[in-house]
């Protein structure tokens, strides 16, 4: 299966300011996608990359908050705009794997807003 | 709407069985899922079912009943090692993204 590397791994950020997380794929995937985990709880779809268009935004989700960038087929970016404590979360990134009904994560990025 | 109800906490002993279950009503249903997720590890994947029946994996085993909307994940000869949190999920259409369920937390004590 796939292997993901994500960064930054944790962060500490201002309100206020925008963080983008990388995450690099070590093969070619069509679709990747970006999950929210807030502590304890479950992971929330953010959105679905595909490359060469534009995400596909989950129901309360917005491309100005969360603007996700795909420029090829092994590489995205999702940053978080303007933060509050309430963007305090893991953000995931994954894809399907080569047995197409199985998700691969990378290891999360660990945000936390003061 | 879409929504994946299973049991918030399991508690069981080093040994033992559980049965972890799972019903959803999502907009579209193409095969349930399982994920096992450690503690600041990420979720990875254990079992899939998209027709009715039992898969089995070495010591976990998942079901499905799509006219009941209803699944369970089934773990034998519990480890401490799988004192974790367990995700069932929905594919809603093929080559898409996965829908979470809240997730169980399971422990493991000996």
């Known amino acids: 299966s796939a292997v993901i590397s994500q960064k930054p791994s944790r962060d500490i950020c201002q309100r206020g300011t925008s963080l983008t997380i990388q995450c690099q794929v070590d093969s070619q995937v069509t679709m990747m996608f970006w999950y929210r985990q807030q502590p304890g709880q479950s992971l929330t779809l953010i959105a679905t990359a595909n490359q060469g268009s534009e995400a596909t935004y989950e129901s309360g989700f917005v491309i100005d908050k969360f603007p996700i960038s795909r420029p090829n087929l092994t590489f995205s970016t999702l940053t978080v705009s303007n933060m509050s404590p309430e963007d305090s979360s893991i953000y995931l990134c994954s894809t399907l794997g080569s047995g197409a009904n199985v998700l691969t994560f990378g290891a999360g990025s660990r945000l936390t807003v003061l | 709407g879409q929504s994946l109800e299973q049991p918030s906490e399991v508690t069981a002993v080093e040994g033992a069985i559980v049965q972890i279950n799972c019903t959803y009503q999502?907009?579209?249903?193409?095969?349930l899922s399982w994920y096992q997720q450690h503690d600041g590890g990420a979720p990875t994947f254990l079992s899939y079912n998209a027709l009715d029946g039992l898969e089995e994996t070495g010591r976990f085993s998942s079901f499905l009943s799509r006219s009941d909307s209803y699944g369970y994940l089934l773990l034998q000869e519990l480890q401490m090692k799988d004192s974790a949190s367990y995700f069932c999920?929905?594919?809603?259409?093929?080559?898409?993204?996965?829908?979470f369920g809240k997730g169980t937390t399971l422990s493991v004590s000996s």
């Open positions: 999920a929905v594919r809603r259409k093929a080559g898409t993204a996965l829908i």
């Open positions: 999502t907009s579209g249903f193409y095969g």
